[in-house]
Structure formats: C-alpha cells, structure tokens
C-alpha cells in the first residue's frame, strides 16, 4: 500500500489523524484488520481519543472484529475507561456487526465499565451531539431500546445496573 507521507507523517501518533481526522473514514480503517496494523506499524498510539472526543477503543468497539479489538486493546496499554461497551451495545442492535455480544464479553472480561454513559467523552470542540441525540443511555438501555434479548441477558448476568434511568431526548423537550 502506498501512502502520501506529506499527509501523515504528522500524523503518526494516534489512528484518527492518520486518517484524515473523520470518524467515518476511522470506522472504515477499523473494518480492515490490515489498516489498523499499518497504522500500528506506523507508531499510530490505539490509547488516544480521536479530536471529536471518543478514543480508538470505544470506536473499535462498535465497528471492528474482535481480534482488531484485542489488538488495540493490548496496544493501548491504559486502564479501562469509557463508554466501549456502550458503543459495542448500541451497534448490536443496528444488526451490521453481529459479533457485538462477543465483544462485549471481552470488554467486561478486561474490566470496562458497564453502567458508562454513551457519549461520555469531552468533545474538544464543545458539541455534544451523543447526548443531544441519545440522551443519557447506558448498553443495557441500548439493548432494551433495540430488543436484543441476548443483550438484555447477559449485561445483568454481568453486573449492570438495572435501577440507572434512561434520559432521551424526548423527556428533555417534554420537561422544558
């Protein structure tokens, strides 16, 4: 594979600007396993968050495979945080990466958190568009939301907190 090192070797630090800054453009990197070791092997650092605030792990784990996953994860090197297994949870339910349960069982196995709020990230530039569009949802609420049984079964078995409230859009316009 060529690549243009005028625009990466910037960039080499973290798997986002590698990629041109664009979620879009990570999520389709994330899907070829052959990418993400490019870009590993090019000093891209898995621990990062890209600059609209989620890191390469929350984002790997709604869109890559599991050995991807596993990749980054040992790569990282940092303690587990964040809303991964949110992310894992609510693409189950889009029905295109239908491994979700799977990661998400290795996620917990690495100690994730559980209860995280989708979107808990710091978005840099201000925006909050995960909260404006999701509201406050944790996976177990993604997977009622989006009626995966299978989902629904296995975050209780694993400690998730059935009492946290889910907060949508719809009950902040109603509240206001």
Known sequence: MSVDTHFTEPYT???YPLVFVTDTCCSSVLEVPELVYWCLD?????????????TIIEAAAGVA????L????????????????ACASYLHGSGHHPD????????LD??????EFFGTYSNPAGHDCAAMVFGKQIALHF???????????????????KTIPATVL????ESS
Request: no cysteine; charged share 30%; glycine share 10%.
């Open 143 to 161: 997977a009622i939301w989006r009626g995966k049984e299978d989902m629904v079964q296995l975050l209780p078995e694993r400690g998730a907190d």
């Open 70 to 85: 596993k990749l980054l994860v040992e790569r990282a090197g940092s303690a587990p945080q964040g809303d991964a297994v």
């Open 42 to 54: 090019k000093g891209a650092d898995a621990g990062l968050s890209s600059p609209s605030g989620p």
């Open 110 to 115: 690495q100690r994730y958190p559980i209860d």
């Open 170 to 173: 719809n009950d902040r316009v």
């Open 100 to 107: 979700r349960l799977e990661v998400v069982r290795f996620l």
């Open 13 to 15: 630090r973290a798997i």
């Open 65 to 68: 495979s599991l050995d991807t």
